[in-house]
């Protein structure tokens, strides 16, 4: 059926997260066909708040002793998407230095050829932090502060010092390349002028600092964070689509505190982010929070702020290669877009002025 006249437009005022009643009946299908001739098994279609419906299937599968989580692509972005997680893995566990902790990664198991192209990983034990968190709100450093402090030791193992000016063409140029092709309003005008200002502030911010390069998750949040014990230890993370092995390690601390924010106080990533930037400071509390995980954002970086928009753009970046309806949604674009980009507007013209005073 051919879209009608405005249909282009309609779908961008569409939220990302909505129930999909049907949608879930043909998810359930459409696992039972993938996994038919397989003989008797349970299977559960597997949805989190935090992940967008549309280009992955994932569901949870049960055979006897077997307990797998099966990732199918559902178009191209998916299938690129499954193909980024199985090499990020494939490498983690090729790399000695992460021997002590290879149980908390998914182990890809052979899907033979009636799952060919889908990602099939043994299931991790464990509850969500992010579940655990949502139960006791009173105290979300139960389940971060075991959260957090992992990340201090993957970074110390994996990690090096680097001059943040000497990474720029991995660490933000491609990021901003990724804004720049899919949110088509970024294209020309006034669009294009904010991303140019968003790298002029992302240069000042950066210039000077020195960061740890090394095994980066890209998405470490309390949705992908798998908890077990008393008292409470880490039993698995998960969702390795968007790591890289020489990443800036420290936006994973930056990731999981402020989607916690984000989740504690209901106000969108990119206003928190926007905040920051305006202020030149973290939140209250947040410092202590990166602390567990051995970050101290007064430390090498002369900008506090800094990180947090690191942070923000490969979150915006990692979202819109998923999906492109991530670049046509106006409301993710007002929330976790725009006010960054009016935010380093507003710096950039402050520097103008100064510059030219």
């Known amino acids: 059926m051919r879209p009608t006249p405005g249909m282009p437009r309609l779908s961008g005022l569409l939220p990302l997260y909505f129930p999909r009643l049907l949608g879930g009946v043909d998810d359930r299908l459409r696992a039972r066909q993938l996994v038919r001739g397989m003989g008797r098994c349970d299977i559960t279609v597997i949805r989190r708040p935090s992940r967008i419906q549309g280009n992955l299937l994932v569901f949870g599968l049960r055979q006897g002793s077997l307990d797998l989580v099966v990732k199918h692509p559902r178009d191209g972005r998916g299938a690129a998407t499954v193909a980024r997680e ?6 983690l566990r090729a790399d000695e230095r992460l021997g002590p902790w290879r149980p908390l990664l998914p182990r890809a198991v052979d899907s033979g050829p009636r799952l ?33 402090r992992l990340l201090a030791d993957l970074r110390c193992a994996t990690g090096r010092r680097r001059p943040a000016a000497e990474r720029t063409a991995c660490w933000y140029v ?3 390349a990724v804004l720049r092709a899919e949110i088509p309003s970024y294209g020309a005008g006034r669009g294009a ?27 470490y949040h309390a949705g992908n964070v798998l908890l077990e014990g008393d008292p409470l230890r880490v039993s ?18 930056y990731t999981f505190v402020l989607a ?30 990166l602390a567990l995980a051995g970050v101290d954002p007064d430390r090498d970086i002369g900008d506090p702020s800094a990180l947090a928009l690191l942070t923000w753009l490969w979150h915006v970046a990692g979202n819109l290669r998923k999906s492109p309806r991530f670049g046509r949604s106006h409301w993710w674009l007002t929330a ?22």
């Open 336 to 357: 976790t877009v725009a006010p960054v980009l009016r935010e380093s507007c507003r710096w950039a013209r402050a520097a103008d002025t100064h510059l030219h005073r």
């Open 86 to 91: 199985r090499r990020a893995l494939q490498q």
């Open 174 to 176: 491609p990021q901003l």
């Open 260 to 289: 916690l924010r984000s989740m504690l106080t209901g106000r969108p990533h990119g206003v928190i982010v926007a905040d920051t930037l305006r202020t030149g400071r973290l939140p209250d509390g947040d410092a202590a929070l």
């Open 116 to 148: 060919s192209g889908t990602l099939v990983q043994s299931r991790l034990p464990g509850a969500l932090a992010e579940r655990l968190i949502r139960e006791g709100p009173q105290d979300p450093g139960r389940a971060a502060a075991p959260a957090l």
């Open 236 to 253: 698995g993370v998960f969702d390795w689509g968007n790591a890289q092995a020489d990443g800036p390690c420290e936006i994973d601390a």
């Open 193 to 219: 002028a904010a991303l140019q200002a968003l790298r002029r502030r992302l240069d000042a911010a950066l210039a000077g600092a020195v960061l740890t390069e090394g095994w980066t998750h890209g998405d």
